[in-house]
């Protein structure tokens, strides 16, 4: 059974930086894509970041380009999210998947983490 733990989130100012990590355990993590996704409060959940199975192939949200970054160690079975220049509307708790598939993309997740809560106080 593949399981998936986020880590990482709190409350930070505007402006500032978190870093999300989501370790993997079960199954076999480096063969697929990982992916990260939140739900603001009334909202709907929303792609943020896809990475391929290799890691040197991403995808991001319009919202998040040229501030978050998702990066994989397939050696660790980890895969993390650098967030920066934080925006009051960053808030939500965010979800670390496992895809389907080898390449990134935004759909076709089919496990998924417990989520970590980050808070951006304006």
């Known amino acids: 059974q593949v399981q998936l733990v986020e880590s990482g989130g709190g409350l930070v100012q505007a402006g500032g930086s978190l870093r999300l990590a989501c370790a993997a355990s079960?199954?076999?993590?480096?063969?697929?894509?990982m992916g990260w996704f939140r739900q603001a409060p009334g909202k709907e959940r929303e792609f943020v970041a896809g990475?391929?199975?290799?890691?040197?192939?991403?995808l991001y949200a319009d919202s998040v380009k040229g501030r978050f970054t998702i990066s994989r160690d397939n050696a660790k079975n980890t895969v993390y999210l650098q967030m920066n220049s934080l925006k009051f509307e960053d808030t939500a708790v965010y979800y670390c998947?496992?895809?389907?598939?080898?390449?990134?993309?935004?759909?076709?997740?089919?496990?998924w983490g417990q989520g970590t809560q980050v808070t951006v106080s304006s």
């Open positions: 998947a496992r895809r389907r598939f080898g390449t990134e993309g935004s759909g076709d997740y089919i496990y």
């Open positions: 079960g199954g076999t993590f480096s063969g697929y894509a």
């Open positions: 990475i391929n199975w290799r890691g040197d192939s991403t």
